[in-house]
């Protein structure tokens, strides 16, 4: 991988786990960092961490806004639907989400225009029962 392909990686992608300890939706702070790209998924190890690339459909890939670094971060309901959009990787990286606390903020609402917007049916029902058990813990 070249540094055009890697700055293209960075620059195009979402940091999935990060966004969520950005938005303070998870508290434990990534050891790993995890982007959703219209690349291949792939690992790649540095120097300064590993990198976590997961495909995502290009038809969802939407619901970025650049953060001070000109670099795209989800909003904090694209991220969660995100990471919860790639719960049946083949990686078993997206099986268990640590503790998650949504935000005053957070938009239940717009979360589930996320999820209305995936493409194939079978994976939105997923991703949609996947968060109603999220906000049916939430409310308990």
Same mark, same amino acid.
């Given at each position: 991988?070249?540094?055009? @392909? ?18 303070? !939706?998870i ?15 792939q690992?790649i190890? @540095?120097?300064l961490? @590993? !990198? ?22 989800? @909003? ?23 503790? !998650? ?16 917007? !995936? ?22």
């Open positions: 991988m070249n540094i055009f @392909t890697l700055y293209f990686c960075f620059f195009m992608s979402s940091k999935i786990k990060s966004a969520l300890y950005h938005y303070g !939706i508290s434990q702070v990534p050891d790993i960092l995890y982007l959703v790209s219209l690349a291949r998924s690992v190890r @540095t120097p961490g @590993t !990198i976590s690339i997961h495909h995502i459909d290009p038809s969802f890939f939407y619901g970025y806004r650049k953060n001070r670094d000109g670099l795209l971060i989800a @909003t904090q309901e694209k991220a969660l639907i995100d990471f919860l959009y790639l719960y049946p990787a083949k990686s078993c990286l997206f099986k268990a989400l640590p503790e !998650i606390e949504l935000p005053e903020r957070f938009s239940i609402s717009k979360a589930r225009r996320f999820i209305s917007r !995936i493409n194939s049916r079978r994976r939105r029902s997923m991703v949609s029962n996947l968060f109603d058990k999220i906000i049916n813990t939430r409310r308990r």
